[in-house]
């Protein structure tokens, strides 16, 4: 597969996984497709940093609105591997959970929504070469992972992802003027 289209297969599969996971009604098929999408991510990602080693040194897509050199490579690498690593962690954890009533249907499609939701938009911020796309990707990863954060709703889990939207929005303010 060539590299440009790499690029937008690595953000159409998340963004397609979050999409079937919220349609999916059982929780161990959600846990299968995150862990089959983090695999595939992961192979994606592979492709796209051999590319960019092998090749001039970087690849764009988009007509360069995607636009990944050695540096974001190597994080697109860590990012795919750390998601499937984490991916397959939850898929155990949840496991476990699923039987139950705390891990139901409803909120294993919220949380294999989010998830990959939350991959897409970290890797929209390390392949953008638009600082307008970057900081939308960064907003859309804040917002998804507060969610996550607070999947099994009490008053401390919505505590913490107040603190953490407020943190993190400081954080990108700061960001955003320097």
Known sequence: MYAGQSIIAVLVLAILGALLCLVLPRPHHVLKTIVGVAAA?????????????????F???????????????????????????????ASIYFTHEAGGLVFTASIARRFGGLWLGAQAAMLLVLVSNNLGIMWVGM??????????????????SLEAMWKYLIICSIGIAFAFMG
């Open 41 to 57: 991510e992961m192979l994606l990602a592979v492709n796209i940093w051999a590319a960019v080693l092998g090749g001039k040194g």
């Open 59 to 89: 690849v764009t897509a988009a007509d360069q609105w995607f636009y990944i050199d050695a540096f974001s490579a190597f994080h697109i690498a860590v990012l795919a591997l750390v998601f499937l690593l984490s991916s397959a962690f």
């Open 139 to 156: 907003e859309a990863t804040t917002l998804l992972t507060a969610f996550l954060i607070s999947l099994h709703p009490s008053q401390l």
